[in-house]
């Protein structure tokens, strides 16, 4: 049966592709989503993720970057700095903003950096220097080549004309880019040179910053402290629970492509093989003979399908950032599962279809033409 099921399969082409195909679209439009997804949240977490702090402390409440404000005193960072296991605290100042290059004008962080910072510098420096300094602004790489400027050149931030003595790499996304001025600017221009946004504190060697954050915690008071990687996990949830309807709309229309194309398919095949089945059921096949034919059908016609719609996506995947610039596709182990479990049940509900169709067949009343 399973034989006569492969040679069922290839025997219409077109019926084939168009299985194929739209399997392959409804799969390649979960991976896609789930990936354009998956990349904002890297890159919006991409400044905490290479911050090399261990431990990002906040003003009480505050546990993310993105969409939030947080304001501490100038002297929390001598506090934190006598905790048992800091090693450094950096303290940093954060605004979202507009960078305005030429004509372009792009939403952005905007970091505070102090003198020798131990932390948060632009961690890929392609161009000038990564020290903002009095005056000078450190903006990224793509925003600059979009807009025509280069080193030497004049920015506004925050109202105020910068002059560009660094590019940095991997600090633009969709959604916003990064810019790095000093703190005594950004403090200067927003008139408030007695509190900082966020610390970011780097343990001595050895320590756990999991513990370390909890002293912070319970020995400075108004503060949340917590690891890199727990910090970086709020800022990406933050994008995730921003774009859950969105991805909950087209994942559900993938799916319902890919179960409409598939059920259809299978079932006119059914149909149009019931005097092939009348034959095989006089020969002495049973019932669930058949239904194991009709499944594996449908299972190979979604495994080709999922191979297709993979391979597209991670085409997509390769093509996408050489013509949108600040847009970017990461296919996950996730992603993969969740397209994996689709198309099971494609498989499935396509081949439960044909049942009826299977069940009542009759030899005779095939062969009469009925």
């Known amino acids: 049966m399973i034989r006569l099921a492969i040679r069922n399969l290839f025997q219409n082409r077109t019926r084939l592709m168009i299985s194929v195909g739209g399997v392959a679209l409804a799969l390649m439009l979960i991976l896609s989503l789930d990936g354009i997804v998956r990349w904002i949240q890297t890159r919006v977490a991409a400044y905490i993720d290479a ?44 605004l979202t ?48 080549e979009a807009s025509g400027i280069g080193l030497g050149d004049r920015v506004e ?23 790095f001025i000093s703190s005594h600017d950004f403090a200067r221009l927003r008139a408030s040179p007695d509190t900082v946004s966020f610390l970011l504190v780097r343990v001595v060697a050895g320590e756990s910053p999991e513990q370390v954050a909890r002293r912070i915690e319970n020995r400075v008071e108004g503060v949340t402290a917590q690891t890199r ?20 709309i087209m994942n559900s229309v993938g799916f319902l492509i890919g179960l409409a194309v598939m059920g259809l398919t ?29 499944g594996v059908q449908a299972l190979a016609s979604v495994a080709l399908g999922l191979a297709a719609g993979l391979a597209f996506t991670l085409l997509l995947a390769g093509i996408v950032p050489r013509i949108v610039s600040n847009l970017g596709l990461e ?11 689709a198309s099971l049940i494609f498989a ?16 005779a009343v095939v062969f009469r033409g009925k």
């Open 348 to 363: 499935g509900t396509a081949a439960l279809l044909p049942i009826r169709q299977i069940r009542g067949l009759d030899p």
């Open 266 to 294: 299978v079932y006119t095949a059914t149909l149009s093989r019931r005097a092939e089945y009348g034959v095989l059921k006089a020969l002495g096949a049973r019932n669930r003979d058949l239904y194991l034919s009709v």
């Open 51 to 94: 911050s090399e702090a261990d431990i990002w402390v906040a003003q009480s409440g505050v546990r993310n970057m993105h969409m939030a404000s947080s304001s501490l005193p100038s002297e929390r960072a001598l506090e934190v700095g006598r905790v048992e296991g800091v090693d450094s605290v950096t303290p940093i100042l954060y």
């Open 97 to 144: 903003n507009v960078v305005v290059a030429g004509e372009e004008r792009t939403i952005a962080y905007i970091i505070g950096l102090p003198e020798e910072a131990q932390a948060g510098r632009p961690w890929i420096v392609s161009a000038g220097r990564g020290d903002p300094g009095p005056g000078g602004a450190v903006i990224d790489q793509g925003i600059a």
């Open 229 to 248: 990687e727990e910090f970086s996990a709020q800022e990406r949830k933050v994008v995730r629970d921003m774009s859950t309807d969105l991805v909950t």
């Open 331 to 341: 296919v996950s182990l996730e992603s993969l599962g969740k397209v994996a479990i």
């Open 157 to 179: 931030l925050l109202g105020a004309d910068f002059e560009v003595v660094g590019l940095s790499g991997g600090t633009t996304s969709l959604t916003n880019s990064i810019a």
